[in-house]
């Protein structure tokens, strides 16, 4: 019916993507060239790390709309496991980084498999739960873990100054974050992918559909587990020296949420846009009010405001605004609302026919919207 | 249209089926056996027990004591997906559909993958899509496929989720109410469809209130009180039975 158009404005909408793609991708790969100092540029890292923190948090949140606030004991876990087996075991730093990413996948195996039992609120407190006890852990036992002392990671690139050192790291979580991207974009268009959907909008109708829904939350939580370990493995290479209040904070776990809510979790860059926005305000106002807790009441405005007004995302929300300017897109649904009113009236002149009886109901889909 | 002489062979049976929530026994030590290749249709009075029995045979709940079998092998307790890919399907009594997927996609997360190969691969495969389509055409709202599945009266969610159930080809087909909230010309759409399916050689367990619909639809009718079964036959026979004519009007 409507194809030949379709198509058209398909074409001219995947042009439009790949032109905006390569601006953004431009604009990224560049901030160090045009970054003015090395503070800035090691805010730009620090806003990248969040990128890659939010966009694997997304693997569970925004598939399967299970929201762990708990995700920081996967960065912990990423960021500890990396500097101790560099320390410990004297491995070379890359090749501990991703040991340190597997593990964590491995020991997500048997959190998510008891995590995952319970849905909603139940599960956030479970996640809330794990990041505390990992806390406990890394403080307590400081013989292994430093403590609250501190541990020093050695660095990867011991000859690098300052600012290559944070150009190079730059880079480095790009890399990370693109990866992570195409995991998750792979993801989003496989059957996998909209069985995990599926289970957002309604798990027990995705089961009775034949969908195993456990096995499949366990496999993308593993998944997401891992990629968190890489941010913080990569996050323990770059900054050089782990405390166990930092690592495994409910607040780095709340920022990959608020992230990933503000840009949109339904979105492959929904995270990324957000940790533009939140990590780039937090850099700001650290830069100008110092380390006082200002940042916080900051971010818990903010996340009120998301969930309240915003609750797909801003992605979304601008999507909807570009539409009410462009006549095309909304054309679908009219096109829908237009031929549903042409099915009813047939429908209802069917029926009159059949039913003389029963004329005074002519538009059955509101009857019927008016019984639910 | 309701007596054979080929003797009945079984379908989906339990015996001595029980759960209670709290102190209510919303089904009773029910022993049921549904013939196949027919439409079974399975009535009483509200809160009888007809959905809590659904939910047990479907694995969406744990019963208490009991079993359920399917084709002779013992179903009990399974996860709801593994009993789905037994080959039942089901629909829910306040229907249940993907409200932010669009109505194609409804159908098409229905599909049956096995391994892991099929799963990475894309979701929007052709031969997925025409099926799924095809399905979408024989409950009439494939004109529909690119709304989003919230937007479509509720009528039209029944049917959607009809045809949910039926892109995952199963050999039994159970529906809580499909009539339940329609208007009359879609009732009369289902109670078409329901009777070519069955001609294709799928076996129903229909719950219905809409007696019209289940006398002239159903091949055999269980009549379910207080949780268990109090009667059963021919649609003719259960009509005029007395303690069927006691649970609906007597208490
Ligand atoms: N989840 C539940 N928790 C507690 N009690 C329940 C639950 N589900 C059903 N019941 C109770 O079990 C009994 C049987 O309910 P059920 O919904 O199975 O009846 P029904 O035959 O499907 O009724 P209806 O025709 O109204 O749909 C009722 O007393 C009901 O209140
Ligand atoms: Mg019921």
């Given at each position: 019916m409507l194809n030949a158009s379709d198509r058209l404005s398909v074409s001219k909408a995947f042009v439009a993507k790949v032109v905006v793609f390569a601006a953004c991708a431009a604009a990224l790969l560049t901030f160090p060239s045009w970054a003015a100092n090395p503070y800035i540029l090691s805010a730009g890292v620090v806003v990248l790390s969040y990128a890659v923190l939010s966009t694997s948090w997304n693997f569970v949140g925004g598939f399967t709309g299970y929201i762990s606030l708990g995700h920081a004991a996967f960065f912990g876990l990423g960021a500890y496991g990396t500097a101790l087996l560099i320390t410990k075991l004297d491995l070379s730093s890359f090749v501990a980084w991703f040991l340190a990413g597997v593990g964590v996948a491995l020991f997500a195996i048997p959190v998510g498999w008891a995590a995952l039992r319970v849905r909603g609120a139940s599960f956030v407190i479970v996640s809330i739960a794990l990041v505390l006890i990992m806390l406990l852990v890394f403080q307590s036992w400081s013989d292994f873990t430093g403590g609250s002392n501190g541990l020093v990671v050695p660095r990867p690139f011991p000859d690098m100054l300052r600012p290559e050192h944070h150009e190079t790291f730059f880079y480095l979580f790009a890399a990370l974050l693109a990866v992570t991207l195409l995991c998750w974009w792979l993801i989003d268009r496989s059957r996998f992918g909209m069985g995990l959907k599926a289970i957002r909008e309604d798990e027990d109708k995705a089961e009775a559909l034949g969908i195993p829904t456990y096995s499949y939350k366990l496999v993308v939580y593993v998944v997401s587990a891992f990629f968190t370990a890489l941010g913080g493995g990569m996050y323990a290479l770059w900054f050089g020296d782990l405390d166990p209040v930092f690592q495994f904070s409910i607040l780095i776990g709340s920022y990959m949420v608020l992230m990933a809510l503000l840009g949109g979790?339904?979105?492959?860059y929904g995270p990324l846009l957000g940790a533009l926005i939140v990590g780039t305000a937090l850099e700001y106002f650290k830069l100008e009010f110092g380390d006082t807790q200002f940042h916080l009441v900051a971010t818990g405005l903010l996340l009120g405001i998301v969930v309240l007004f915003m609750p797909d995302g801003i992605i979304p929300a601008g999507m909807k605004l570009v539409d009410r300017f462009t006549p095309e897109r909304s054309s679908i649904r009219e096109m829908t609302a237009a031929e549903l009113l042409e099915r009813d009236q047939s429908e209802s002149s069917e029926r009159a026919g059949r039913h003389a009886s029963t004329p005074s109901d002519p538009e059955p889909s509101t009857t019927e919207k008016a019984k639910r | 249209m309701t007596l054979t002489d080929a003797p009945p062979r079984e379908s989906l049976a339990t015996v001595s089926l029980s759960k209670s929530f709290g102190g209510v026994k919303a089904v009773d030590d029910a022993t049921v056996t549904f013939v196949d290749g027919k439409v079974n249709a399975l009535i009483g009075p509200n809160g009888s027990g007809k959905t809590t029995f659904f939910n047990c045979v479907t694995g969406m709940i744990k019963p208490d004591s009991g079993s359920v079998s399917y084709r002779g092998n013992d179903v009990t307790g399974r996860s709801p997906h593994r009993i789905a890919r037994a080959g039942i399907g089901r629909s829910f009594q306040l229907c249940r559909i993907f409200p932010r997927m669009t109505v194609l996609e409804n159908v098409l997360v229905a599909h049956r993958t096995d391994g892991l190969r099929s799963l990475l691969k894309g979701a929007r495969n052709d031969d997925e899509i025409e099926r799924a389509r095809g399905y979408l055409r024989r409950v009439g709202i494939d004109h529909l496929e690119r709304s989003e599945a919230a937007d479509i009266s509720y009528g039209q969610q029944k049917l959607l989720e009809l045809a949910g159930v039926l892109m995952a080809e199963p050999d039994l087909i159970m529906l809580d109410e499909p009539a339940g909230g329609v208007n009359p010309a879609l009732i009369g759409r289902i109670g078409t469809l329901i009777r070519e399916l069955n001609a294709e050689g799928r076996t129903f367990v229909v719950v219905e209130h809409n007696m019209e619909m289940v006398m002239s639809l159903s091949d055999h009718v269980i009549v379910f009180d207080r949780g268990r079964p109090i009667a059963e036959g021919p649609p003719s026979e259960v009509q005029t039975d007395p303690r069927v004519l006691e649970a609906y009007l007597g208490v």
């Open positions: 979790v339904r979105q492959l | -």
